[in-house]
């Protein structure tokens, strides 16, 4: 009798202690993590006080998160291709706060340090500097205009100009509230006065 000590249970968890390890290796290309997750319960029982009982049990856990991950990420991938097109057709930035909203729900949606994320965070990152870039230019191109008739003390005309070439989709801009807001603001107050 050769009988080297193994009892049947003891093979039995090893074959499907690998069998588990060979599904583990064809689901981690596809990303089917369901069916780690199914063989994981069907072995359970036959692993039960053998020396892969503990790690299943962990890889039960990593795979429970990296199924809840991708539909994360897949989620978030959806989101951010509806809000693609959005930026694609905004080029006046008519809709800047709804697409920048747009971008931060798709960006929650994002499992953290996901591919998916970082590419969300450049995208929103390109888009508000690129508006940013509009409103300075536009700033840069009035501002000699308006401070011309201030130094005049003509208000309305400054007003004018401001309303005319700095339109309100452009006053979420930091050059907005940091330079022209307050310059628009003095003269607004000044003609009231008048």
């Known amino acids: ?19 588990l390890q060979e599904i583990i290796a064809i689901a981690e290309k596809s990303r089917d993590y ?23 049990a962990r890889l039960k856990t990593e795979y429970r998160k990296k199924k809840r991950e991708r539909m994360e ?5 959806k989101a951010f291709a509806a809000v693609k097109s959005d930026l694609a057709s905004d080029s006046e930035y008519l ?10 729900d798709a960006l929650r949606k994002a499992p953290p340090g996901s591919m998916i994320s970082a590419e969300i965070v450049k995208a929103r990152n390109e888009y508000k500097s690129k508006y940013e870039g509009v409103a300075s230019q536009k700033y840069n191109e009035i501002i000699q205009k308006i401070n011309v008739h201030i130094d005049s003390e003509e208000y309305k005309p400054a007003i004018k100009i401001i309303d005319y070439f700095f339109p ?27």
């Open 1 to 19: 009798n050769n009988n080297t000590g193994t009892t049947p249970k003891a093979s039995t968890a090893e074959r499907d202690w690998k069998e």
């Open 168 to 194: 309100k989709v452009y006053r979420n801009s930091r050059i907005w509230k940091t330079s022209l807001e307050p310059l628009y603001n003095r003269c607004v107050e000044k003609t009231k006065k008048s």
């Open 73 to 77: 990420g897949q989620a978030a991938e």
């Open 95 to 104: 809709r800047y706060n709804e697409i920048l909203q747009k971008l931060g």
């Open 34 to 56: 369901d069916k780690v997750l199914t063989k994981i319960r069907k072995i359970e029982p036959s692993l039960r006080g053998s020396q892969w009982q503990v790690e299943a």
